[in-house]
T-cell receptor, first 116, second 113 residues
Framework: EAGVTQFPSHSVIEKGQTVTLRCDPI?????LYWYRRVMGKEIKFLLH????????ESGMPNNRFLAERTGGTYSTLKVQPAELEDSGVYFC??????????????FGPGTRLTVL | AQSVSQHNHHVILSEAASLELGCNYS??????LFWYVQYPGQHLQLLLK??????LVKGIKGFEAEFIKSKFSFNLRKPSVQWSDTAEYFC???????????FGTGTRLKVLA
């Protein structure tokens, strides 16, 4: 079974540019999550999809961040325009339906975003 | 505020030494607790989890953790570490009925051969 995949693995952009990160969850997992880790700090929750619906987006920093999950499969996270403080590692995770909050979340390798 | 405190940011041990990594959480309700590990160049993966029942939880690779409710703690232990345990370890919780994980800042463990 393939794990969670993320693309790209690294992205270096200039302040003010736009970047789109992609996450492909494990096949059949309805729950998809985005997290971010700013260097040296904790991994912070950004949002949670159930299929194509946003279940919880309480962690999204501001309206420069837009997450979508068309068709309930892969998800994209767009940052527009990017600011210096957006630099960090963006993790995606997924979990199966019906496991509830006690279910294991399976993490992808992360995308390292550097904003110059 | 909901938070996790991991007291040790960097730990260096020799092989065969015993390990205990501290984790305390702040939350006003029932929690599900997790320890994740990230080996160099690899994904975060689950070491162990606690939801209910026996507060002493055993995980993969000889790790265990004990939930002490009165102390809001979930410390990770291993009696004898190996060089291959070199990794970053993250403690996390999810409030009962919620899906979002609250992570600590992580502890980098280096085991010297």
């Amino acid at each position: 079974e393939a794990g969670v995949t993320q693309f790209p693995s690294h992205s270096v952009i200039e302040k003010g540019q736009t970047v789109t990160l992609r996450c492909d969850p494990i096949s059949g997992h309805d729950n998809l999550y985005w997290y971010r880790r700013v260097m040296g700090k904790e991994i912070k929750f950004l949002l949670h999809f159930v299929k194509e619906s946003k279940q919880d987006e309480s962690g999204m920093p501001n309206n420069r961040f837009l997450a979508e999950r068309t068709g309930g499969t892969y998800s994209t996270l767009k940052v527009q325009p990017a600011e210096l403080e957006d630099s960090g590692v963006y993790f995606c995770a997924s979990s199966p339906t019906g496991t509830g909050a006690w279910g294991e979340q399976f993490f992808g390798p992360g995308t390292r975003l550097t904003v110059l | 505020a909901q938070s996790v405190s991991q007291h040790n940011h960097h730990v260096i041990l020799s092989e065969a030494a015993s390990l205990e990594l501290g984790c305390n959480y702040s939350y006003g309700g029932t929690v599900n607790l997790f320890w994740y590990v990230q080996y160099p160049g690899q994904h975060l993966q689950l070491l162990l989890k606690y939801f209910s029942g026996d507060p002493l939880v055993k995980g993969i690779k000889g790790f265990e953790a004990e939930f002490i409710k009165s102390k809001f703690s979930f410390n990770l232990r291993k009696p004898s570490v190996q060089w291959s345990d070199t990794a970053e370890y993250f403690c996390a919780f999810a409030g009962s009925g919620t899906y979002k994980y609250i992570f600590g800042t992580g502890t980098r463990l280096k085991v010297l051969a």
